[in-house]
């Protein structure tokens, strides 16, 4: 058994650290004065959360949703269950999501329909990738780390078939 496969690099380390410190920067500067709660969607948003919160100077708290995702294939089943449920009360505070990418934007749609009944004063959403597709579908995040193309992506918390997520960078995968 050898080491991990390394994909050809879309986003370097340092790309991502860079980019990661601009979000953080930006977030403590729009919610200075507040104590905003971040919610981390499993698995694929950790790796993004825990860096992320590191350069944000605010008294947030932190919690986490798990959500299914597409198992082992690479498309959407356009079916989400919530497998993991909040373990705080969001209503009127200020909630931010962290989700890895989006594509289809099936997930964020319902998670925060859902999110958006338990009457939180604010609800927003930082996601570190955003695919082509959904930007030119009009679904836009308030934070965004990267627009990216609409290939498969791993590493930097983003698995396939649960491989990848331990990757420092973020790899396209081949088809
Ligand atoms: P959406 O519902 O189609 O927007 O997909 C969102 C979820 O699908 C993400 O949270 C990921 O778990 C997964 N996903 C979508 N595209 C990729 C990818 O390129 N690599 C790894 N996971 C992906
Ligand atoms: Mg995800």
Known sequence: MSGLDRPEALLSEQQLRDRVCALGRQITEDYAGKAPLLIGILKGAAMFMVDLIRVIDLPLQIDFMA????????????????????????????????????????????????????????????????KDKAAAAGLKADYVGFTIPDKFVVGYGLDHAEKYRNLPYVGVLES
């Open 67 to 130: 959500v299914s995702s597409y198992g082992a294939a690479t498309e959407s089943s356009g079916v989400v269950r919530i497998l993991k449920d909040l373990d705080t009360a969001i209503e009127g505070r200020d909630v931010m999501l962290i989700e890895d990418v989006i594509d289809s934007g099936l997930t964020i749609a319902y998670v925060l329909d859902m999110l958006r009944r338990r009457r939180p004063a604010s609800l927003k959403v930082c996601a570190l990738l955003v």
